[in-house]
């Protein structure tokens, strides 16, 4: 038996061993998982890169530090066949169609010296080749045959089965290969090193064993990691209450595969408060325990809760928009996700491109997030969840309220924010 292929085995054990035990719901000792004031800023939207995406972050910077912003999420950095960056190819190469590699660390610079922690988008499901299939060039592996699943579609792949769904636009790389993994390891931290990046958001980790990514992450000790897991609803889209928990449960299996060692987007959240606001069903956002909906309700430390992303949400001159939240309704979103715990992450076209009237709000709701001491967990008393209203207390020292329905918290409150079917006071 070949050496590689005996490391492939024992890697292959590795895994199987660590999904046995890695089932579990109960919150262990997480890792990677920021400050807990954190707030985060998509610096993107789907169609950035045609107005230079480098230097529209470099001439905002004044704006994203003022705002209250403390991680800039970057989208993919190295040369890619596409504008977006999602099919790299040459991973050191960072003269993309965002911008210049000096652009870039013009970029990265100018959040680092505000104190605002620069996060890359790290590709490493898949790869294209440089010129053909899996012709991978800086960095080549030591078989670029090796370094392909054998099940992924060019035919051609010599390495082990894939650990997670396949991705048809581009080959597959084999994480059990020890290259694989090492080269992945060295381009991280060089990326943190050289360019100077703090942290990690990866792409479709659907794509392969969670396993991984506690592995990518102790290699190169980011300060915050979050992974895209976009679980699929199945059955009722209209579903609520337990009947959503298989959706969450998903996520919580997956940063337990990771070993605890990087958060997820919390795409419960954002799917029963897209249909709670848009419905007019508060109730959706209290589970049978009275906590919220959500991650957030379970592991609140590890949920990074959102409104839209470059893939969901709209972007100027189009964009994906695969799931959007409702224009109206937005507003209620932002009163929602920057008053709970979990990690909030704000959509670059919502703060940006959307007016002044929602910057303005969205920048109150920061200000009074971070005055209140309001952390990624923070403890919520739901007061109310019916038909026309939700309203909660969190840190005891905030309350929130979204929807038509009246409510107040009475006497000795203060109103600090308000907008469409939204207000928030303080203590």
């Not at 046995?20 to 985060?40: K, R």
């Not at 660390?105 to 680092?112: D, E, G, L």
């Not at 703060?351 to 209140?372: A, H, M, P």
Request: with cysteine; aromatic share 14%.
């Amino acid at each position: 038996m070949r050496i590689k292929d005996l490391r492939r085995i024992l890697w292959l054990l590795v895994i199987c061993f660590t999904l046995l035990f890695s089932t579990a719901t109960s919150p262990v000792e997480a890792a990677y998982s920021g400050s807990g004031s954190d707030v985060i800023l998509q610096g993107f939207h789907w169609n950035s890169w045609q107005y230079g995406t480098w230097n529209t972050i470099i001439n905002n910077a004044n704006a994203i530090s003022n705002a209250g912003f403390t991680m800039v999420w970057f989208p993919p950095v190295s040369k890619s066949t596409g504008g977006t960056g999602y099919l790299p190819n040459e991973w050191y190469n960072l003269d993309s169609d965002h911008g210049t590699e000096a652009q870039l660390r013009a970029a990265v610079s100018a959040m680092n010296n505000r104190g605002i922690k620069p996060i890359a988008d790290i590709v490493i499901n898949h790869r294209v080749g440089t010129a053909d299939w899996a012709d991978f060039s800086n960095p080549a592996f030591d078989d670029n045959a090796n370094a392909v699943t054998s099940d992924d579609e060019w035919g051609q792949g010599a390495g082990s089965y894939d650990t997670g769904d396949s991705y048809g636009a581009a080959r597959d790389l084999d994480h059990t290969y020890y290259d694989v993994q090492t080269e992945i390891k060295y381009w991280m931290n060089w990326l943190k090193d050289n360019v100077g990046f703090k942290g990690w958001r990866y792409d479709y980790v659907k794509g392969y064993s969670a396993y991984y990514n506690g592995v990518y992450n102790d290699a190169t000790s980011p300060y915050f990691s979050v992974g895209e897991l976009w679980p699929d609803i199945t059955g009722d889209y209209y579903a609520s209450g337990d009947n959503v928990n298989y959706h969450r449960q998903k996520l919580i299996d997956w940063i337990d595969a990771t070993g605890a060692k990087s958060t997820a987007f919390d795409f419960t959240t954002k799917w029963q408060l897209m249909l709670a606001t848009s419905q007019s069903e508060y109730w959706r956002l209290q589970d049978s325990s009275g906590n919220p909906i959500g991650a957030i309700g379970w592991w609140p430390e590890m949920s990074v809760t959102f409104i839209d992303n470059h893939d969901t949400g709209p972007s100027p001159d189009g964009g994906q928009e695969h799931w959007p939240f409702e224009m109206a309704k937005v507003e209620q979103g932002y009163a929602y996700i920057l008053t709970h715990p979990g990690t909030p992450c704000v959509y670059w076209p919502h703060y940006f491109d959307w007016g002044n009237d929602l910057q303005s709000k969205i920048k109150t709701l920061i200000s009074l997030r971070k005055e209140q001491g309001i952390t990624s967990t923070s403890p919520v008393s739901i007061q109310v969840a019916d038909s026309s209203k939700y309203a909660a207390i969190i840190n005891s020292s905030l309350a929130v309220k979204i929807g038509p329905g009246d409510w107040s918290p009475g006497s000795g409150w203060i109103l600090r924010a308000s907008g469409n079917e939204w207000a928030v006071w303080t203590q």
